[in-house]
């Protein structure tokens, strides 16, 4: 449920190059609490890299990003560090501790940042494997999980960071069709519990029924906006209905 009070997330005239390669130029939007952003449009377009600006594991090289009304400062190591508690991110291919199990996966970044002792960690990880579904999985490390788990996993250890605001960056895109179902669903769980996110994805289900807001993103720039009731309407001709309408025949040639 969004909260109509001041945006959690402020992102103001955000860019970025790499070389001569412009991938944002002059993104902005704001992002309420509760509310769900979906990132659609063409592979280049610049989705993953203004996910990783957000939370700075790319700086940006103009532009603002305020989180709570307070601005980051990216020359400041405690800026970053700050943001990067509040704003959990969830990537395309897991990025698990391969030589830790599903467990220790989870308790390592609760003991080193949140400082947790050893007993309220595990309790902590042990509830998020729950809310996954992967409580019978805690002691198996990554390389003896499907792709489905391993994902699940990499939501489990976001969530106990208790994180403002959750980036999804395509996270789907590496699996298996049939493992698919079970990350959507705890994706849509977060959504009924309240969970502020951004998620970039090319799932039908996620954009259509999930989202408050569709941004499309073309050559680095957000070129259409909307609920998807408006954008995905029958006869419609915007921008997103014909890119959901390719992604939908694409799946039933795949079918």
Known sequence: M?????????IHNI????????ILNSVSFELAKG???VLIGPSGGGKSTLLQCINCLVVPDSGEIELE?????????????????????????????????????????????KKLDK??????ARLELDQVGLSDKEALYPAQLSGGQKQRLAIARALAMDPKILLLDEPTSALD?????EVIAVIKGLAVNGMTMIMATHQISLISNLADQILFMEDGRIVEQGPPAALLAAGSTSKSQGFCDRLNELAEVEG
């Open 2 to 10: 969004i909260t109509t009070t001041n945006p959690i997330l402020r």
């Open 35 to 37: 509310e769900i952003k």
């Open 69 to 113: 009304s307070e601005r980051v400062d990216y020359s400041r190591k405690q800026d970053l560090y700050k943001l990067r508690q509040k704003i959990g991110m969830i990537f395309q291919d897991f990025n698990l501790f391969d030589h830790l199990t599903a467990l220790d996966n989870i308790t390592i970044a609760l003991r080193k940042v």
């Open 119 to 124: 007993k309220e960690a595990m309790r902590r």
């Open 177 to 181: 069709p049939t493992l698919i179902g």
């Open 15 to 22: 860019s970025k190059s790499f070389g001569s390669s412009t």
